[in-house]
């Protein structure tokens, strides 16, 4: 099978670099994962499969790739995340320096730092909230000798914005006694909410901790197995395709998203529907990103 270079395969004049409103940056790392490898391999096989994805987007009524997608030449490390996350703050800031929107694929989860860094120097102070979602709380000051590994990422993103996690249901101990557990959605309570006011009422109050602009970080491995094996940390209990994307449809409507990532697919030749799952996704994201700015 030829590999696909530009998101969704459109027509050329579709992903032209000069003129796209959206640049797709893939981070093909995989330095610090501690289970399972091959989360450098996520982006690609996410491009591959972004070409079987239906362009009209049916909740929004439109097509995003109409607004131009360029997919950039991949941001290659082959050293430590604390030697990725300047690279990767490069890229994205170019994109918000220009008035471009990035979408960073990854890779496993230590790409969005320097995303997030990015972000957080094109907002005001206290503009800016990073929205996770997430299994783990990924809050660990260090973690085997890295302050930068994927276990990470939240505490070197709330040294640049205030964070509100979602989905959480796998943490250390030493995350409980220091994570501000007032700013989390834990799976648990997601899954409890059986009717359309319970389910309201978490997302109402993740809505309440975001600031004016977000930055979405989006792991994979937040969807239950069930929806989504092809990832390097599996956790049971997680949330299902529709929950995601309700909860992203209001973040996009009642906020304004500058940036996000989707991050940690982990190939798996038994399971190609991850691999569109995630593709879907970016492109939903997209679509409720950009009918918001309409």
Not at 55 to 72: A, C, K, Y
Not at 81 to 95: H, I, N, S, T
Not at 145 to 152: I, K, R, W
Not at 157 to 185: N, Y
Request: hydrophobic share 40%.
């Amino acid at each position: 099978m030829n590999q696909t270079t530009q998101f969704l395969d459109p027509p050329p004049e579709f992903t032209d670099l000069g003129s796209s409103r959206i640049r797709v940056i893939p981070v093909p790392y995989d330095g610090t994962s501690t289970y399972r490898k091959g989360a450098d391999k996520g982006p690609q096989a996410l491009l591959d499969a972004s070409g079987q994805v239906e362009w009209f987007d049916i909740q929004t009524g439109s097509e995003v790739h109409t607004r131009g997608i360029h997919t950039e030449a991949p941001v290659v490390c082959a050293s430590t995340p604390e030697d990725l996350a300047p690279m990767v703050r490069e890229r994205v800031a170019a994109c918000l320096t220009n008035d471009r929107f990035p979408v960073v694929i990854g890779g496993e989860h230590s790409v969005s730092i320097g995303a997030i860094q990015a972000a957080a120097g094109h907002a005001r102070s206290g503009e800016l909230s990073v929205l996770q979602i997430d299994a783990h709380g990924d809050t660990r000051e260090s973690y085997l000798g890295s302050t930068h590994n994927h276990a990470c990422v939240m505490a070197r993103a709330r040294e640049h914005a205030s964070i509100t996690q979602v989905g959480i249901r796998a943490i250390d101990k030493s995350e409980w006694d220091t994570m501000d557990r007032e700013r989390v959605v834990w799976a648990h309570e997601i899954a409890a909410a059986r009717d359309p006011e319970s389910e309201r009422a978490w997302m109402d109050r993740t809505l309440s901790m975001l600031a004016p602009k977000v930055y979405i970080t989006v792991d994979l491995d937040a969807f239950d197995p069930a929806f989504l094996p092809a990832t390097g940390t599996p956790e049971p209990g997680g949330l299902d395709w529709r929950t995601v994307n309700a909860l992203v449809r209001r973040v996009c409507r009642e906020r304004e998203v500058i940036a996000f990532d989707v991050v940690e697919l982990c190939p798996h030749e038994a399971h190609h529907a991850s691999d569109f799952l995630a593709a879907k996704l970016v492109h939903r994201m997209l679509s409720e990103v950009f009918a918001a700015r309409r």
